[in-house]
């Protein structure tokens, strides 16, 4: 019997909630600064780097990602970004990913909506050929840049359509971005046949996990932790089957929980509620997807056929089609087996 980080490494997974732009690896990151020597505060040493992505608070979280974001300044950025973020999924046996990209922010930055999607697209395909990995996306609205970024975030989403565009969702701080206000914009995107994942109750109470699923619709939540403090939403969550998009090292990280002993995950998976473990930005949360699932594994008490449970776990919540989630889980079952002889 392999021991679990091996079991972990080789076991097939699905990602759901993971950002473009907070998975730029050291070396990426230095390559996009050297691109730009000089005229970014983000170091290109990878011992700097690690440095630089230890935050005071979540504002200050914000801070250090716009400043990668900055890094980002053509189409080329943006498919070298994209390949290799594909490139580190698929090392870690990962299928399919639902990566979480915000167009406002690049095209905010002079990189055209046409080019930028056409750069992520490219750049999807030629991972799925070259990977055998599936990427799908996610826009999402920086949250702090408030209803103009709502506004265009939208007519991206609708004027350029990507063929890999499956959601719409909402990141950036919480606090003072009230979840209400983008109803029109999640009404619109749902209409069109988006699915809706706002994040919610990662760095504010329950309400604003309520605000999400009553106003936006929400069909998954991004984090969702708070929903430990509200014994009426845990049930909710638990009867309705809505997943929770769970980053632990990520909420410890941003400081939104104090210590990965006091994560709010095991009593989440108590209460019934379905979770689906991510690494929401892996290198600046000098973490991994597999690292994340030893994590819960360790917070859960998981053996190997607990942790494959997990990854079934996600498949399901996946806006996957059945066949493609059966073809998933075929290969978590088959694993499973073959890592028990
Ligand atoms: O953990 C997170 N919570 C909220 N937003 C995040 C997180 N990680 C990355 N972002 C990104 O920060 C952007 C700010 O412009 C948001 O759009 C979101 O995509």
């Known amino acids: 019997m392999t021991d679990l980080p091996t079991f972990i490494a080789g076991l097939p997974k699905v990602e759901l909630h993971v950002h473009h732009v907070g998975s730029a690896s050291p070396r990426i990151v230095a390559e996009l600064a050297a691109r730009h020597e000089g005229r970014s505060p983000v170091p290109a040493d990878p011992e700097a780097l690690a440095d630089y992505f230890a935050f005071r608070d979540f504002a200050h979280f914000i801070e250090v990602y716009l400043s990668v974001v900055d890094l980002i300044r053509d189409a080329d950025d943006v498919w070298l970004l994209t390949h290799e973020v594909a490139r580190e999924l698929a090392r870690q046996q990962v299928r399919y990913a639902e990566l979480t990209v915000t167009p406002y922010s690049h095209v905010h930055r002079g990189i055209p909506a046409e080019a930028f999607c056409e750069a992520i697209e490219d750049a999807r395909k030629r991972a799925e050929a070259d990977f055998g990995i599936a990427l799908r996306w996610c826009f999402d609205i920086p949250g702090e840049a408030g209803l103009p970024a709502a506004e265009q975030t939208l007519r991206i989403a609708l004027d350029q359509r990507p063929d890999g565009l499956i959601s719409f969702g909402l990141g950036g701080p919480e606090i003072g971005v009230p979840r ?6 999640f009404d619109q995107a749902r209409a069109a046949g988006l699915r809706s994942v706002p994040h919610a109750g990662e760095t504010t109470g329950p309400e604003t996990i309520w605000d999400a699923l009553r106003e936006l619709g929400a069909e998954r939540i991004g984090h969702g932790i708070s929903a430990v403090l509200d014994p009426a939403l845990l049930a909710h969550l638990a009867e ?4 929770l998009e769970v980053c632990p090292t990520s909420n ?27 690494s929401d930005d892996p290198p600046m949360f000098g973490t991994t997807l597999n690292d994340e699932y030893a994590v819960a594994a360790r917070l859960l008490r998981l053996d190997p056929d607990g942790v494959a449970a997990l990854a079934r776990d996600a498949v399901a919540a996946a806006f996957l089609a059945p066949a493609e989630q059966a073809r998933i889980n075929a290969e978590i079952d088959a694993y499973r087996v073959s890592a028990a002889r």
Do not use: C, M, W
């Open 180 to 185: 209400p206000q983008f109803k029109p914009y």
């Open 240 to 243: 309705r089957r809505i997943p």
């Open 252 to 278: 410890v990280r941003t400081r939104a929980v104090a210590s990965l002993d006091e994560h709010p995950l095991p009593q989440l998976v108590a209460a019934g509620v379905p979770v689906s473990i991510n």
